[in-house]
């Protein structure tokens, strides 16, 4: 496995094609749906403070992602945002999820000044939110009905942070 920054054409059009089949193959883990994402800019660059992560198989397949986002603002440059974290199915129970989110941690504490890391997981998705609570986090605010998936279907979901 190899866990390396996505910035060149063929990783980002790979990135839209996992992303994509994340949320079709498993939308009550996500807040957002394929709609949302159609035309989308690629969210990071690749530096400390904006950067996408991607773990590639030994034969080059994307089969995981993270992001980081560290706070523009002046006041808030301390705290940076991980998101659309994701392990395709044939790559779960391997620890890649654990690989990932130290390797995106590692990354964005080289920036200077960051103290804190937030994150939001989906409050029904106990695999990742044991992930994240063994790598440090801790739930800090619930928001009830915070993504609707259907008509009449809302979830809930936690925001988690981690003290550097």
Known sequence: MNIKTITEANDIKAYYDLLVRAITDEPQFFRVSAIDIVGEVFPTKDTFE??????????????????????????????????????????????????????????????????????????????????????????????RNSIQMAENEFVDEDSMIKYL
């Open 50 to 143: 904006n950067f996408t992560l991607g773990a590639f198989s030994d034969d080059g397949e994307l089969v995981g992602t993270v992001g980081f986002k560290r706070d523009l603002f002046v006041k808030l440059k301390h705290k940076g945002l991980i998101f659309r974290m994701y392990v395709s199915e044939k790559a779960k129970g391997q620890g890649l999820g654990r690989k990932l989110l130290q390797a995106c941690t590692d990354r964005a504490m080289q920036g200077e000044g960051l103290k804190q890391i937030y994150l939001t997981v989906v409050a029904t998705n106990h695999r990742a939110k044991s992930l994240y609570l063994s790598e440090g986090f801790e739930t800090f605010a619930v928001e």
